[in-house]
Antibody, heavy 123, light 108 residues
Framework: QLRLQESGPRLVKPSETLSLTCTVSGDSISNSNYYWAWIRQAPGKGLEWVGSVYYTGLTFYNPSLESRLTISVDSSKNLFSLKLTSMAAADTAVYYC???????????????WGQGALVTVSS | EIVLTQSPGTLSLSPGEGATLSCRAS???????LAWYQQKPGQAPRLLIY???SRATGIPDRFSGSGSGTDFILTISRLEREDFAVYFCQQYGGSPLTFGGGTKVEIK
């Protein structure tokens, strides 16, 4: 059974860099041909696609975050990661990692989600 | 980017009643690549509908999706207590992926 688990600091200071990891179990990142995604949700707000990564390292980013964003994959550890620089209060959100419901498509809908990690930006 | 506008913001209904939720896109959604999600407090979203009208695995048939182009509808035929939640639409016909602001279905 597929399981995605977000990990990383829950409190980040303004201007610092957020680093989150999504550990995947029940599927192989390198063998499954999915584009693995990060999606965030500000408190009480809607959802925002952050970006997606393929096991080869090919990435697709939301243009609104692209200048601050790096998503990478570590197939040997079966995980993928997010780095978001210059964090501000507006970046306070629950960050979810997710897998699409079909492989090979970088922009699609998602049927498997992690539980989410609330990241607060505050000094 | 495609902006999705959901209406109404809140729907107050009783169990057993039907619900109609709207999602309007700022431009035509390619191939009707429109999905619907349900989200309950403290939980991740759950995929209900993809391709505007196809139910995801395990989704009861009281949930149905329809529409094309810029106007899409999620219908819940007879609300059960576990259906009271927030519903989001999402388009994947264009990049970036975008989501609507959500409709809350609450118990009247």
């Amino acid at each position: 059974q597929l399981r995605l688990q977000e990990s990383g600091p829950r409190l980040v200071k303004p201007s610092e860099t957020l680093s989150l990891t999504c550990t995947v179990s029940g599927d192989s990142i390198s063998n499954s041909n999915y584009y693995w995604a990060w999606i965030r949700q500000a408190p009480g707000k809607g959802l925002e696609w952050v970006g997606s990564v393929y096991y080869t390292g090919l990435t697709f980013y939301n243009p609104s975050l692209e200048s601050r964003l790096t998503i990478s994959v570590d197939s040997s550890k079966n995980l993928f990661s997010l780095k978001l620089t210059s964090m501000a209060a507006a970046d306070t959100a629950v960050y979810y990692c997710a897998r699409p419901f079909v492989p090979f498509r970088p922009t699609i809908s998602f049927d498997s989600w992690g539980q989410g990690a609330l990241v607060t930006v505050s000094s | 980017e495609i902006v999705l506008t959901q209406s109404p913001g809140t729907l107050s209904l009783s169990p057993g009643e039907g619900a109609t939720l709207s999602c309007r896109a700022s431009q035509s959604v390619s191939h009707n690549y429109l999905a619907w999600y349900q989200q309950k407090p403290g939980q991740a979203p759950r995929l209900l509908i993809y391709g505007a009208s196809s139910r995801a695995t395990g989704i009861p048939d009281r949930f149905s999706g329809s529409g094309s182009g810029t106007d899409f509808i999620l219908t819940i035929s007879r609300l059960e207590r576990e259906d009271f939640a927030v519903y989001f639409c999402q388009q994947y016909g264009g990049s970036p992926l975008t989501f609507g602001g959500g409709t809350k279905v609450e118990i009247k």
